[in-house]
């Protein structure tokens, strides 16, 4: 696995769907694990504003709710798909259920957390809401922990300045 950018793998999207990672070419990604029953939770109301402020740019969020810590992931695909629109009017897209470290993690978190494989960044989700923050080529470029909010300034500078690169 030579390639260091996310288009080599296929996720599957809340209904099932397989799509390939390369449909996001020339787009600055936001990829995060989520979880309807976490004290961090109301970041997908961040997220979503984090959308709205980029609408019309090149830029995603790509969420993979995942039950990985404290089983805080009860809901199954539609049913979370069904939650964050009701509870948090989220427009982002919203991919199957996913573990997100471990022996048996997506390959696509594998390759972000792995700094031999994504070639930059090494960092294994410790907890939900862990963002993993992907250039224009599908490279990882940075990472931001739980606990900062996807909306703060610094996060939105970094997709700016990511963006500012794509025109």
């Not at 250039?135 to 606990?147: A, H, I, L, Q, T």
Request: hydrophobic share 35%.
């Amino acid at each position: 696995m030579s390639e260091k950018t996310v288009y080599q793998f296929r996720v599957e999207n809340n209904k099932g769907t397989e799509v390939s990672m390369d449909a996001y070419k020339g787009k600055v990604l936001l990829i995060v694990n989520t979880a309807s029953e976490c004290g961090f939770t109301p970041q997908l109301k961040d997220l979503e504003e984090l959308r709205q402020t980029f609408e019309g740019e090149k830029f995603e969020i790509l969420a993979f709710p995942s039950n990985d810590f404290g089983q805080q992931e009860p809901l199954e695909n539609d049913a979370i798909s069904k939650f964050c629109s009701i509870n948090y009017h989220t427009k982002f897209s919203i991919f199957k259920k996913v573990k997100v470290r471990g022996p048996y993690a997506h390959p696509l978190f594998k390759f972000l957390s792995n700094k031999e494989l994504n070639g930059k960044v090494g960092s294994t989700p410790r907890w939900n809401f862990h963002k993993f923050l992907v250039n224009s080529k599908g490279e990882v470029v940075d990472f931001f922990y739980p606990f900062t909010k996807p909306n703060t300034a610094r996060v939105k500078k970094k997709i700016q300045k990511l963006l500012s690169v794509t025109k």
